[in-house]
């Protein structure tokens, strides 16, 4: 897996603070003219107060790379985002390379079989697109969920925040929360007070789940 | 494939009617009391004047049964629509069961070497998810594109109509054309007037596509 | 104001649970053979298990009648929903009967003050609207926040628990508020379980708000 | 009307190709080495294509001042955005200063109603706000629809070039249109490519409205 932030609003802090300060002014602030201090004392009031939309005037962009099916298509369920996803219609899957899930990894006899099979799959596959009337749509039907895929991913600090809360918590899956901690950390770097707070519940408070799904390890402070 | 209309708001065309109605009134006009013949008078002014979002207000949901992963990774990007579909984290695939493109199964060799691999990927599913170390959410990475799955999608009648433009034409790809094509029967047999002239766009007028992707065979009047 | 609910979705609660059982099921079950227990059965489990987006199949539709322009223009504010709102652009405001806040109503000198300037009003709109150079549209630019308007609002449930947490609290706005209580009182009417714990947030436990915003009299149980 | 572009995504017309090039491409590309010339035959090639979905990579951050509430009212109906808006429940409008249209402008008597009232509403509000039972957010409700406000408005690419299809058009208010033609100006000069042909329909081909709503002066080439 590989993920990288590619591109963002500039100065998401300054753009969060310069649109709540609007709410609450006459004129039109001038946003390059807010000092440091200004931004972060907005920011810190804005937290407190609850006015989370204004953080969706800042957008992020991730290239996410070498990730399986399984992550995609729980991913794009997030609908307040924007995506481009390597077309498995148009794009001939020169190299199977799955990933590997831990606990096949680690367990030798299950890695075989599963490296067996990825082989068999890899041949059926080449086999299948070689024949005219086996369209390249059609022979990806062979593929399996473990396909590495890349994406294209932007979403809005409010819909990250949202995401984070979701997939950073450990009753996510583990491919997408490695991929969630991953941007995480990215955008904090980015926008530090904005996303200070961010990542599963148990960062900010108790955790919201109930006793059945609770994890026993909340993140500690 | 089945696809199922399995509820919708009651009466989408007087509901649709009755919103364009309330736009252009002093009062809001008594649902229930408006004729037939005032409902398909104000549906068909509506339709010249392109005030489209009136029939947002009426809702579909379809219950779709064995259709490909691969139909559910397209489905799932129309983001305004809601989901709710079968679980490879929680439902152990007990019949893999697969969606068999025509093209293979219209060719002997290359529907051998697919039965041939698919019986192996079954075998493979099985045999990890007895491990203790392999839990069903990592055993699920070999299950393949073909295999089927269920889900309940609701989509608003706005939405349905731009679904159909992009997935009844020809340049969509099979599964889910025949899908599209079958939830437009449905809606129409419910709402004739709403979904008179939905479709890919050659239903209405010249195709908008470039030379480049033109099918060469718009559905004729 | 006037608040009612015109059209939903049949059956919510059915509806809801049908899609929860559809993601942990291998097959879609049949909807109308699941039984009222086996329904209130689910919805528990889906209220402890945060799996929200399961609502999201039902929608409701309301006529709200009588509002003010001040109502509407927070109210469109929310984005996941569809509206169809009485235009003044086409509409002629024939009686203004404007919307008198408590405040305004109960201070004699206010009211009277308020009273003459919506005749003033009246009278100018009715001026300006005759003349043939002032179209419709411009004469309206002098019509008051506290116009009535009326609008039809559809909202699937999840987005409605939403809307209930934000306008259902004493920090919302007052005649928001009393929309949305109305709101609430009719949804819980038709779909009690998914309604049950729907409002301001210390419907159901401790208030979220910092002291600063803290309303000092949550909801008691 | 003030209409500043405030903020945007780096290299809009970059991010959009980089998406679409990763859609079709084995790995991801590397953004930064991508040619000029190269982002320009991609994104041709896109137009053609109507894959439309890359260019919601890009967004837009504009702040608007002095535009009237009826405009504002609008505008937050496009949902696929967000909005920072001048609260009337907080902020004072100290100086009412309202937005006037051609048609009451240019008539002596009409301008002099408007101004008239406007000075009786000014009046009010002040009386009103002054009282200690009536709070701000009460005050207003006498506020008229002209009434200047100020609001932040965020939108991708792809929602931009619906909303200036719509807004850009001479069907649409004269207000919105004259904001919607700047904005399109503002964004043409930031990303030239990808707004080339924005703007009201009859800038790329024949008007779609029917006889009924044809302006009859399409925008001539």
């Not at 831990?102 to 030798?108: A, M, R, V």
Request: charged residues 35%.
């Amino acid at each position: 897996m590989k993920v990288e932030l590619i591109n963002h609003t500039p100065e998401p802090g300054r753009s969060a603070a310069h649109a709540a300060l609007t709410c609450y002014s006459e004129k039109v602030p001038e946003k390059e003219k807010m000092s440091q201090e200004k931004i972060e004392e907005i920011l810190e009031k804005i937290k407190e107060s609850g006015h989370h939309s204004i953080i969706e005037h800042a957008s992020f962009t991730f290239a996410i790379q070498e990730v399986s099916r399984t992550l995609t298509h729980q991913l794009v369920r997030h609908r307040l985002a924007s995506y481009s996803q390597q077309s498995q219609r148009y794009v001939d899957i020169e190299d199977l390379d799955p990933v590997v899930p831990d606990s096949i990894e680690e367990n030798e006899e299950a890695r075989k079989r599963f490296d067996g099979l990825m082989e068999e799959v890899k041949d059926t596959y080449m086999e299948l697109k070689e024949k005219d009337e086996v369209p390249l749509e059609d022979a990806r039907f062979v593929l399996p969920n473990a396909t590495k895929t890349n994406i294209i991913v932007t979403m809005n600090a409010r819909e990250l925040w949202h995401f984070f809360s979701l997939r950073c918590c450990k009753r996510a899956q583990w491919e997408i929360r490695d991929m969630a901690n991953r941007m995480l950390e990215l955008v904090k770097d980015k926008a530090p007070i904005i996303f200070e707070e961010a990542g599963a519940p148990c960062v900010r408070g108790p955790c919201p789940e109930s006793e059945e799904f609770f994890c026993g390890e909340p993140i500690e402070d």
